[in-house]
């Protein structure tokens, strides 16, 4: 009974044993691309189609991945290469290749070692370019140089599905006799440009010396000039209101003598007034007469107009006083 029961579980085994293996052959032919890659897919030996990212099926025994692309950007550096300038002057360059794959069947087919292809295809294109240059031009021509190895490496490389991006000159190596030459040439000039910056310094401050020597007189000039125009102007105020205050104080004599001569002749009419009106006799008239006489007489004037009346007494006293004088002689 139990042998019949073995015998029974064993077709059961081989059969899930084979749907495992079948399930585990399957699996193993999903094949899924990743990012930025490309697989070469030849079937039954000869090229079929290139699979993009995602996930593809692999028929067994049929199919097979030729080769695995990367599509993303590569840098390669090359080692330095001997190359002789126009001039005969013999160095070592090395360059740094950026470059992309964008046919991934042709770079599978195209060329055997595509980095060995491109390292000689540099080396080649960079003999010819320095071939055509002096020592001075190569040296300072980088990006010239660059631009010509990117544009015949580019076009090289196109049926083999490569897009040269740039090329770099990494290092430039001449010999070292040139560069002790190169390194005296170069201390010789930042001497000379030292010797130049310092005398264009010395110019310049000379120049700036003499500008402010200059700035500093004409300033003083002009301040002279103001304190002259100040003083001036000064006089002519203090004399203005000096002349102002003499025309003030004669105009206040003058007021105050017209006040007085006007009180003087207020004051006299109203005596003349007061005297009519007490009715004086001709004696008193006479006496008045003689006090303005006196009044008169006590003045500056050099001219006297005496009234007939009192002519005719002065006359009789005059005559009285010389008979007086004569009685006295006698």
Partial sequence: MKQGVFLFMNPLIVILVIIVFIIIFLISNI????????????RLGTYYCSWQTGIHFLIP???RVAKRVSVKEQVVDFKPQAVITKDNVTMQIDTVVFF???????????????????????????????????????????????????????????????????VELKN???????????????????????KILQAEGEKKSQILVAEGEKESAILKAEAEK???????EAE??????????VREQ????AEGEAKAIELVQNALAQSIVKLNESHPTSEVLKLKSFEAFEKVADGKATKIIIPSELQNLTTATTTINELIEKNKIS
């Fill in 226 to 232: 103001q304190s002259a125009i100040l003083k001036a």
């Fill in 250 to 253: 004669k105009i206040l004599e």
């Fill in 31 to 42: 094949k899924i691309v990743p990012q930025a890659q490309e697989y070469v897919i030849e």
């Fill in 172 to 194: 430039i190596l001449p010999p070292r006799e040139i560069q002790d030459s190169m390194e005296k040439q170069m201390k010789a000039e930042r001497e000379r440009r030292e």
């Fill in 100 to 166: 992309q794959i964008t046919e991934s069947k042709q770079f599978t087919y195209g060329v055997e070692n595509p980095m060995s292809a491109i390292e000689n295809l540099t080396a080649t294109t960079l003999r010819n370019i320095i071939g055509d240059m002096e020592l001075d031009a190569t040296l300072t021509s980088r990006d010239i140089i660059n631009t010509q190895i990117t544009a015949i490496l580019d076009q090289a490389t196109d049926r083999w599905g490569i897009k040269v991006n740039r």
């Fill in 61 to 63: 025994f049929v199919d």
């Fill in 236 to 245: 002519k105020q203090a004399l203005i209101l000096q002349a102002d205050a």
